[in-house]
């Protein structure tokens, strides 16, 4: 009942910018937490970024003033703005994002992939 999209993802060199955004749609009478998390290969899942229902914001070390998490509650979107990119950012992106309607649950997207070159 609930699916969240994810777009934006894709290959760029070093230095460079990507913006990701997940948009939810389904049954939702509010959303809580949402957050990005990624996965490279042989890795485990990490948490990149989060953001509370009260604009609350923590970043992964690694990515601490390259990244900026924000949401639109309106729009019912979660957005992460890369900059700076690094090849070990290289890795599938995944959003979530806890949602009410009967009950809080968590819901994630499909993933998308950032590819970063040298």
């Known amino acids: 009942q609930v699916q969240l999209v994810e777009s934006g993802g894709g290959l760029v060199q070093a230095g460079g910018s990507l913006r990701l955004s997940c948009a939810a749609s389904?049954?939702?009478?509010?959303?809580?937490?949402m957050g990005w998390y990624r996965q490279a290969p042989g890795k485990q899942r990490e948490l990149v970024a989060h953001?509370?229902?009260?604009?609350?914001?923590e970043y992964a070390e690694s990515v601490k003033g390259r990244f900026t998490i924000s949401r639109d509650n309106a729009k019912k979107t979660v957005a992460l703005q890369m900059n700076s990119l690094k090849p070990e950012d290289t890795a599938v992106y995944y959003c979530?994002?806890?949602?009410?309607?009967?009950?809080?649950?968590?819901?994630w997207g499909q993933g998308t992939q950032v590819t970063v070159s040298s």
């Open positions: 953001v509370t229902s009260g604009g609350s914001t």
């Open positions: 979530m994002m806890v949602i009410a309607y009967w009950g809080s649950h968590d819901y």
């Open positions: 389904g049954s939702i009478f509010s959303i809580n937490d």
